[in-house]
């Protein structure tokens, strides 16, 4: 159980670009998902933490108009970069809290989505 | 703000042997959570062991063991009988709160030697 997946798993774009990262819980319902970005050889960073049928919170330094978030589901958010730019090119992570597991405040990341601006 | 402090940013050990991976971290709440997460590379995030704040027992899952030092702030994690499959990414990470985000360190790259 608890199994968070990411499509698509890679994706190579023009600059210029927008691009859809889907997160989808497969087997729990998530009210919170969180999206990271991690640079090669670094740590996750936290960009915005996304809830059920309301805005997204980000992190400072993350533009919110470039880093579209939706969370219109209990299964499924998305984030969309937009204009991307090669400077954007990550590996992006998504993580889902299962909103049944009560005290555990366990994340289940899905596998990742790497990103790549020409 | 909360802060996780790795540093060591690499370290190796012989498979079979024991190693032990360092962790700090800093905040004012009394309430929180602090995992140990694997990335192999694949990436994939692999929940290693976690710890309750308010649990004076030091978490246990098979060969991985965490010291937990609430007063120092500090929460290693101790690998046991080392095996080529533990060679890895490990980050140590914060949670404050049910529903809050997760603060991770630097990452510590472990390799297991044969």
């Known amino acids: 159980g608890a199994v968070v997946s990411q499509h698509p798993s890679r994706v190579i774009c023009k600059s210029g670009t927008s691009v859809k990262i889907e997160c989808r819980s497969l087997d729990f319902q998530a009210t919170t998902m969180f999206w990271y970005r991690q640079f090669p050889k670094q740590s996750l960073m936290l960009m915005a933490t996304s809830n059920e049928g309301s805005k997204a919170t980000y992190e400072q330094g993350v533009e919110k108009d470039k880093f579209l978030i939706n969370h219109a589901s209990l299964t499924l958010s998305t984030l969309t970069v937009t204009s991307a730019h090669p400077e954007d090119s990550s590996f992006y992570i998504c993580?889902?809290?299962?909103?049944?597991?009560?005290?555990?405040?366990?994340?289940?990341f899905g596998p990742g989505t790497r990103l790549t601006v020409l | 703000a909360q802060t996780v402090t790795q540093s060591q940013p690499e370290m190796s050990v012989q498979e079979a042997e024991t190693v032990t991976l360092s962790c700090t971290y800093d905040t004012s709440e009394s309430n929180y959570y602090l995992f140990w997460y694997k990335q192999p590379p694949s990436r994939q995030m692999i929940l290693v062991i976690r710890?309750?704040?308010?649990?004076?027992q030091n978490a246990t899952e098979n060969r991985f063991s965490v010291n937990f030092q609430k007063a120092a702030k500090s929460f290693s994690l101790k690998i046991s009988d080392s095996q080529l499959g533990d060679t890895a990414m490990y980050f140590c990470?914060?949670?404050?709160?049910?529903?809050?985000?997760?603060?991770f360190g630097a990452g510590t790259r472990l390799t297991v030697k044969p």
């Open positions: 710890q309750e704040a308010y649990k004076q």
């Open positions: 993580s889902a809290r299962d909103a049944q597991a009560g005290g555990l405040d366990e994340q289940f």
């Open positions: 990470a914060f949670t404050q709160t049910y529903n809050n985000d997760m603060r």
